[in-house]
């Protein structure tokens, strides 16, 4: 009896279509996404090239109406939201009702980019699969990714049913205040989903996709100390006291000696002494005066720390508070800890949850499965501001080099995977049924 060859039979095996376990409707949304490629990347180009530096309050609101030119088509309710409370420009809010049955998604992205008019780097250049230009990855690239996944559900007929919210805020960069007035919307629209995806860069690592399922909190502190001024001859005496600089280094050091733990970080990143000590507008500078020979009266540290949760978070600032508080020779310290700072956004079963419905998405593609990434490596973001209502997945933007950098390039070509991945995931979450 002949054998048959086993090497004609692994390649029948190997020659199995990639899109063997996607549905008629999703095999529509991956044949769209692909013919959407080149629209996409000239409305990357018209984006771009509208600078939205944060503080370009009308360039914001230009981009603003431009996403609002796609949206409407797409059956969203579009409105935006001014924020001139918070000193900002506004949110684009779009919503699109759907059947009233499945899960209600919210979708996350931001208008503004770091790259105010004065920058110069103010234009979209394409090499190849490359697009290099201000906010090109973050974020208008992610919103263009969002756009073509939603346009490939609207061609595959999967749209009209998905009850789905967008939040472009106008500030991601640099949030207004008070922050209760600039995440308003953005917060009470996490209350009202059951899952959130967040339209950020996608990150790798050593080649790979990988999945974001928290992000670090970013807080904002400053400790000011006072002391008693004095020729420096008597330094160090029982009248003098140690002064406010050496009072200061004091407690810097304690902070490093005494606040190591898993998944917090912290950081001086300014400090001055002196005679005096003059903070600028915005606290980005601060003028020491002074002269070697007197005992400095004032010593000012700002500073920020990143937490994975809020429970972390109130620990760490009682630690700072108890070190603060703690008794120097002649001088007295005082800890600010800002408000409107970033919370976190931990890593929950919920969460956990959301990457397995993308990894079981990636297999019925014919992709890698995305491991979780590693919280140290990814920064805060308004995702979670929504983080304690609700489920939320980051990175479902496209992958880049350089972000925040003149030169920030973006991978053209991850448009295409990104936007079948948030398709399918979309339509299958929306088809899922609401919790009660």
Do not use: C
């Not at 953005?186 to 399922?213: H, Q």
């Amino acid at each position: 009896m002949k054998l048959t060859p086993l090497v004609p039979l692994a390649a029948a095996l190997l020659a199995v279509p990639a899109h063997a376990e996607l549905s008629s409707a999703e095999k529509r949304m991956v044949a769209s996404v692909e013919a959407d490629q080149e629209r996409s990347v000239a409305l990357l180009e018209r984006l771009v090239n509208q600078n939205s530096g944060t503080l370009n309050l009308e360039g914001v609101e230009k981009v603003g109406r431009m996403m609002r030119a796609e949206l409407e088509p797409l059956g969203f309710q579009v409105r935006w939201v001014p924020m001139a409370e918070a000193q900002r420009a506004g949110h684009i809010v779009a919503v699109h009702k759907g059947n009233g049955r499945g899960k209600r998604l919210l979708l996350i992205g931001h208008l503004d980019t770091v790259f105010e008019p004065s920058s110069p780097f103010q234009t979209f250049k394409r090499e190849g699969d490359k697009g290099i230009g201000p906010g090109a990855a973050d974020d208008k690239g992610g919103m263009v990714v969002m756009l073509m996944a939603l346009r490939a559900m609207q061609a595959a007929g999967t749209l009209k049913d998905a009850d789905i919210e967008v939040v472009l805020t106008g500030d991601e960069e640099e949030a207004g205040n008070p922050i209760e007035i600039s995440r308003r919307d953005l917060v009470a629209a996490g209350k009202r989903a059951d899952a959130a995806l967040d339209f950020e860069g996608l990150s790798t690592e050593n080649g790979k996709d990988m999945g974001s399922i928290a992000r670090r909190s970013s807080n904002s502190w400053s400790v000011t100390v006072k002391a008693k001024g004095g020729h420096s001859s008597g330094i160090f005496s029982a009248d003098a006291g140690d002064g406010a600089i050496y009072a200061l280094t004091n407690i810097i050091a304690a902070f490093r000696k005494e606040l190591p733990e898993q998944n917090l970080t912290f950081n001086v990143g300014l400090i001055a002494g002196g005679a005096t000590v003059t903070p600028s507008e915005g606290g980005v500078a601060l003028t020491a005066r002074g002269k070697t020979n007197i005992i400095p009266e004032t010593a000012v540290a700002y500073g920020d720390f990143r937490t994975l949760s809020d429970e972390q978070t109130e620990r760490v600032l009682a630690k700072m508070r108890a070190i603060v508080a703690r008794p120097a020779p002649g001088a007295t310290a005082e800890f600010t800890f800002d408000p409107g700072s970033y919370p976190a956004m931990a890593p929950t079963q919920g969460n956990r949850a959301l990457l397995a419905s993308l990894n079981t998405v990636n297999r019925d593609l014919g992709l890698a499965e995305m491991a979780p990434l590693d919280p140290l490596k990814r920064g805060a973001g308004d995702i979670a501001f929504v983080a304690k209502d609700v489920d939320g997945l980051v990175g479902l933007g496209p992958t880049s080099t350089g972000d925040h950098a003149p030169g920030e390039t973006v991978d053209l070509d991850s448009f295409q995977r990104q936007a079948k991945r948030a398709a399918i995931l979309m339509t299958r979450l929306s088809r899922e049924p609401r919790p009660r």
